[in-house]
């Protein structure tokens, strides 16, 4: 699928926020609705990798709605870590949210240096035209950067205080918003995706 054929998509996500980033993102070309409109239970992630989790999402959306579908899978991995918490990001500290998260996060970089502190936010996004669609758009986005010994900013959301970006010497809970959405993990899937579907 080269360019777009159709107007509206289901973003498989409750999350108001997200919805509102990705529809910025999409422009005025596709309606993105909220799978709330459709459905009230979130697809259960049982994916190994973002890819697959983003895939389950966007196929349990579409079932539901009979629309094409968007999902987002993504999250933060950390080099000293092997990678965790990857795609438990979210639930890390057993779902206790993100104060309780990036509490854990600290805790177990509590010895790490900063020349091992590496990290990067990951997203996957999984386009798909109908449930069953065999050929779903992938596309991924990286952002590269270092976890902080204490949380800075009060922007954004997650492992946003924690998560410093080098090349600006701040965090990405300082940025604001617009610019966030230029440099992030999303920013960078999205602007693939755009690409595939002909809107770039």
């Not at 758009?137 to 902080?148: D, N, Q, S, Y």
């Amino acid at each position: 699928m080269s360019e777009v054929t159709f107007s509206r998509l289901v973003l498989a996500s409750n999350n108001a926020g997200k919805l509102k980033e990705l529809q910025a993102m999409l422009g005025a070309h596709i309606e993105v609705l909220p799978q709330s409109q459709f459905i009230s239970e979130e697809a259960e992630e049982t994916g190994l990798s973002f890819i697959e989790n983003a895939i389950i999402k966007a196929r349990h959306a579409a079932r539901a709605s009979g629309l094409p579908a968007l999902a987002d899978d993504s999250g933060l991995a950390v080099d000293a870590l092997g990678g965790a918490p990857g795609i438990y990001s979210a639930r890390y500290a057993d779902g206790q949210g993100d104060a309780a998260n990036n509490a854990k996060l600290l805790d177990a970089l509590k010895n790490v240096p900063d020349d091992q502190r590496g990290a990067r936010f990951i997203c996957a996004l999984a386009l798909v035209r109908h449930a069953d669609d065999p050929v779903p758009i992938i596309c991924e986005g990286a952002w590269e950067g270092r976890i902080l010994h204490a949380a800075k900013g009060e922007h954004g959301f997650g492992y946003d205080p924690l998560f410093l970006v080098p090349e600006l010497g701040v965090s990405s809970a300082e940025l604001p918003a617009e610019q966030k959405n230029q440099l992030s993990h999303r920013a960078r899937a999205m602007v693939l995706l755009r690409q595939r579907l002909g809107l770039a």
